[in-house]
Structure formats: C-alpha cells, structure tokens
C-alpha cells in the first residue's frame, strides 16, 4: 500500500513539474479588417460602417468573446513609440476621445478599458514591399500574364471577405478571416512571388524576404512586451499579417499560441 501511494505522489509531483515548465506566455494574434477603410494596400476590403447600431452591438459580441483569452496586454497596429495612442487611449478613459472607426479603436481600446488596462502597445515597423520591382521583372520575362493572375486571386480573396461580412457579424466574419484555412490560402499567394526572380533579379525572392523581414521585427516587439510566463498578449493586426506572425509565436518554443477558434469552440 505505502508502494502505491509513494508512486501517486511521484506521478503528482511530476504532472506538477511538467506543468509548470510547460507554463508559456501565451499569444493570440487576431486578424482583423480594416473597418476605416484606410486604402493602404494594394487589394483593400470594403467595409460598411461600424459605427451603425447594428456594427457597434457585433463589437460589443466579438469584445465578450475576447474577454474570454484575458489578456495581460493588447499590443496594436500602430508605428512603435506612437505618442498619440497614448494621447487617445488616455482622453477615452477621461471621457474626452471619441472612438474612430479604426479596428485599433473600436477593439483595441474598448476592450482595454473594460479591463481596466493603463496602456495598449504600439508594435508596428515599417518595411518595403517592392512589388513594382516583381511587376517589372514579369513583363521583363513574358511573365506578366502570370503575375496579373496572382494579382487577381488576391483581388478575389478579398473581396470574397468582404462579401462575407456583409451578410455575417463581425464576429463570424473574423472568425471566417482568422480560420487556418484562410490564413493558409493569403500565405501561398505571397509565396506564388517567389517564382518570379533569377540570379541576375531575385525580385519575388526579395519581395517576400522583405514581407517577412517585416513581421518578424513586428514579433521581436510583441516578445519584448513578455515579463512573466504569466503574461497572455492580444495582439490585433491586419490580417494580411495573422498567417505570419502566427508562424513565428508556433516555431518560437518559449511561448504558446492562442487562437480566436479557442475561444467560440471552433477547433
């Protein structure tokens, strides 16, 4: 008997020693649209207005949902160092800033003041994106039909979200955007670039090494905000941006990666 009971100890402390090294920081990375309807890239979602009534009860649904993951932080697409998310961030809590349509506001900031965080975190790094470079190395090499097929399928994925939306909450329409599948069919279209390049141009090559240059500098800045293995950081960006960043928490062994699908039960 004092066998037994010496082995369930030895099995406890050892489900306790391996809970507690596999005790990770935990990242969700939520890729979302832009609901300003800014125009900055090169295939843009239209969305119709958030501040409707209808729009804002869906936010209120998706920030309930996002509780859920209780985020220790919410690190945002905003240039690093941004004094103005302060400047915004602190007037709402006062009373004194009106929301902008902006998904940093409409998610970011709302869900911050609901949990009572003092601060959001600016992550974003600007980078180059020489797709010029690509088109003109196509119509150099008899490619340009190819390349405009590609542009083509971007354009259709896009507006596929944005049709999406207009029959769907923000909700499903995020939890349509941020599902692997999606996530996986943006991240092959970046790699179809590839194709286009020799050893006198590597213009696909350096296109998408210049994209991904980009997101890992983002991911240093979501690490650096890591201060206990306790620490849950929501992050919301673009979500041309989910597939990479999410592969980068995935091969990174010292944190764990969150989903949205975690938190409605899709997985």
Do not use: C
């Not at 009106?98 to 959001?120: D, V």
């Not at 069919?185 to 998408?208: I, K, N, S």
């Not at 206990?228 to 062994?253: C, T």
């Amino acid at each position: 008997m004092k066998k037994i009971f010496l082995s369930v100890g030895v099995l406890a402390i050892s489900i306790a020693s391996w809970a507690q090294r596999d005790a990770r920081p935990e990242v969700l990375v939520l890729g979302a649209f832009h609901m300003s309807n800014p125009g900055h890239d090169i295939h843009n979602m239209q969305a119709d207005d958030v501040l409707a009534p209808r729009r804002q009860q869906e936010i209120v649904q998706l920030i309930e949902v996002l509780k859920r993951f209780h985020p220790t932080k919410i690190a945002i697409e905003a240039d690093i160092g941004s004094q103005r998310v302060g400047q915004e961030y602190s007037d709402y809590l006062a009373g004194k800033y009106t929301l902008s349509r902006n998904e940093t506001n409409q998610i970011g900031y709302r869900l911050a003041k609901e949990l009572g965080h003092h601060a959001l975190y600016p992550i974003d790094v600007d980078g180059e994106f020489p797709w010029q470079r690509v088109v003109n190395y196509a119509k150099a090499n008899g490619r340009a039909e190819k390349l405009n097929a590609i542009n083509a399928s971007w354009g259709t994925l896009v507006k596929e979200q944005g049709d999406f939306l207009q029959s769907h909450t923000v909700l499903e329409t995020l939890e349509y955007m941020n599902s692997d599948s999606r996530a996986a069919e943006d991240m092959a279209l970046y790699y179809a670039t590839v194709h286009f390049g020799d050893p006198f141009d590597y213009a696909g090559p350096d296109l998408l090494a210049a994209w991904y240059q980009r997101n890992v500098r983002i991911y240093n800045n979501i690490v650096k905000l890591i201060e206990s293995p306790n620490e849950r950081i929501l992050v919301i960006y673009g979500a041309g941006h989910l597939g990479w960043l999410r592969q980068d928490v995935a091969n990174d062994p010292t944190v764990k990666l969150r989903e949205l699908a975690d938190l409605t039960g899709q997985h």
